[in-house]
């Protein structure tokens, strides 16, 4: 039997350490879906088609109205869905993306202070019956995910926020967390990579378990 396609959605702020586990996961999963035929797509937000990775260029190097920040990262999902997810979900391939709606809500709603409803009626818009099956979110303190930034490259247009903006950031996410428990899961990220695999590991084998049993 094929296993249910699953969507799945990183999350956290700038320097949360998200990175270092998607390739761990996808490998892990693409190597238990290969006997059935799947593949594990991985992509990102914004970004993920050739639009969406030409407008990333512009929406994290330059300065622009709030909402049309706002807009542009729905307009950036809307291909991502169309040309991407829909179409992968559909064949029976899993999908990981580095990001996903979650992220607007923290950074355009708690960083920038943008209107939730705002951006609900553009999630409704966009995705009306899409949400991930499940979203990992790497929660640190904000002086952690300092640190992790600035020992590595050239900052970005978020990534030179101040704390206060990634404070609030980081609160959408966890209030995000808490409205949505059935689908969020928190890792605390400021663990170390081997017991943060560990907790992967157990969240891997319950995901592919369901799939197999739906
Ligand atoms: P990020 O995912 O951190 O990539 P990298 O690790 O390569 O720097 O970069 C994407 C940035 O875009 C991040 O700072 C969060 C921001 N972002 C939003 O503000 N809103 C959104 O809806 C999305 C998807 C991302």
Known sequence: MKPTAKFISFE??????KSTHIAYVAQRLQAALVAHQVQVVCSREPGGTPL???LREVLLQQKMHLETEALLMFAVRREHIAQLIEPALSRGDWVISDRFTDASFA??????HLSIEKLSILEQWVH??????????FDVPLDVARARLDATRQLDKFEREKA??????????LRRAAEFPQRFRIIDSTQSIEII???????IDELLTNALAS
């Open 12 to 17: 956290g702020i700038d320097g949360a350490g």
């Open 52 to 54: 969406g990775e030409t």
């Open 107 to 112: 950074y355009q709603g708690g960083g920038r």
């Open 128 to 137: 009306p019956h899409l949400q991930p099956d499940l979203t990992l979110l």
């Open 164 to 173: 206060e903006f990634f404070f609030d950031t980081r609160t959408e996410y």
């Open 197 to 203: 695999r560990k907790e992967l590991d157990v969240l």
